[in-house]
Nanobody, 119 residues
Framework: QVQLVESGGGLVQAGGSLRLSCAAS????????MGWFRQAPGKERTIVAS????????YYADSVKGRFIISRDNAKNTVNLQMNSLKPEDTAVYYC????????????WGQGTQVTVSS
């Protein structure tokens, strides 16, 4: 059973940076795509960024374009999210997730890591 574990959350001032990491373990790991999602209090969980495990093709939500960078290390089974120029509205619990097929949903989820941006 695949397990995803996030790390790197914390408290940062507006304008600062954080780097989130997600490590996969528990068997053969070969996802189709990896994604980072976030959920703020009282709001729905939304996708932040995603990356193709095979070719590195990326997607970013409009709200983070130009500020966040998603990357992967296939050999280490990790995916990272570099977050720059953070804003208070980026405050949320961030989740790592894996999709195993081209058309399916994200089926593996981490437990989440809190990111808090103070103004």
């Amino acid at each position: 059973q695949v397990q995803l574990v996030e790390s790197g959350g914390g408290l940062v001032q507006a304008g600062g940076s954080l780097r989130l990491s997600c490590a996969a373990s528990g068997g053969t790991f070969s996802p189709y795509r990896m994604g980072w999602f976030r959920q703020a209090p009282g709001k729905e969980r939304t996708i932040v960024a995603s990356i193709s495990w095979r070719n590195g093709d990326t997607y970013y939500a409009d709200s983070v374009k130009g500020r966040f960078i998603i990357s992967r290390d296939n050999a280490k089974n990790t995916v990272n999210l570099q977050m720059n120029s953070l804003k208070p509205e980026d405050t949320a619990v961030y989740y790592c997730a894996a999709r195993v097929t081209a058309t399916g949903s994200y089926v593996y989820w981490g437990q989440g890591t809190q990111v808090t941006v103070s103004s």
